[in-house]
């Protein structure tokens, strides 16, 4: 017979689950303020792609964005920002004084 209390993995348990719903835990809230590898302006994420040695194996690999943490203003506001290096060359973040 299955033990319907626990799930039948401990991985089948999401990291959030320990939080009770009546503690005060705002998930929603948790989950926008994730960092994610993203930058805020234009969405840049990582990209999948091969190592290939000299001998031609191939393994895959991850490029990441340059990602940089800049105070800009957002809404006529300063906030802290993830942007892309390319974003701030190509002036599309405007910095807090």
């Not at 348990?13 to 805020?40: I, Q, R």
Request: glycine letters at 6%.
């Amino acid at each position: 017979m299955l033990d319907t209390r626990r799930p039948a993995c401990w991985h089948d348990d999401p990291p959030y689950a320990k939080y009770d719903v009546g503690s005060g835990f705002d998930f929603e809230k948790w989950k926008e303020n994730t960092m994610a590898k993203k930058c805020e302006i234009c969405g840049k994420k990582p990209m999948v792609g091969n190592h290939v040695s000299h001998a031609h194996n191939v393994n895959k690999r991850r490029f990441n964005p340059n990602l940089q943490s800049v105070r800009a203003l957002k809404e006529g506001r300063p906030k802290r920002m993830v942007v892309c290096t390319s974003c701030i060359k190509s002036g599309n973040v405007v910095k807090a004084p």
